[in-house]
């Protein structure tokens, strides 16, 4: 696994005004915008806003940490005591993301770009 901060989801119930929020802030456009995901990319970061996060169980932001196995490092995070919150899943350009829970209750989600 890697040690690399790769992208930050938040969940929103408006996407327009979080949109408008985001890219105020970030000083960008959105690279991709869509009515189920928009998402931001910085010179090292993506921040993606999910209108459908809170409706997954996101009760806040979600940190995704790249890794090159995905599969295997959920099943590594399992067996260190983490419990599953959503199995790996292609979202879109064969990239494919999960998340667990660790014993506190805090969610960390894992990315693998193709």
């Known amino acids: 696994m890697s040690a690399a901060l790769k992208t930050v989801i938040y969940p929103v119930t408006d996407l327009a005004r979080a949109k408008t ?9 959105p690279v991709m915008d869509e009515v189920y995901y928009v998402q931001f990319n910085t010179e090292h970061q993506e921040i993606g806003l999910d209108p459908n996060g809170h409706s997954k169980g996101m009760t806040g932001p979600v ?3 790249p890794v090159a196995d995905i599969k295997d490092s ?23 993301i999960a998340s667990v829970q660790d014993a ?11």
């Open 104 to 114: 506190d209750g805090n969610v960390v989600g894992l990315v693998q770009t193709p």
């Open 21 to 29: 929020l985001y890219g105020t802030l970030l000083g960008l456009q």
């Open 63 to 65: 940190c995704y940490w």
């Open 74 to 96: 959920v099943a590594q995070l399992l067996e260190a005591g983490a419990t599953e919150l959503e199995a790996p899943s292609d979202v879109g350009g064969g990239k494919l």
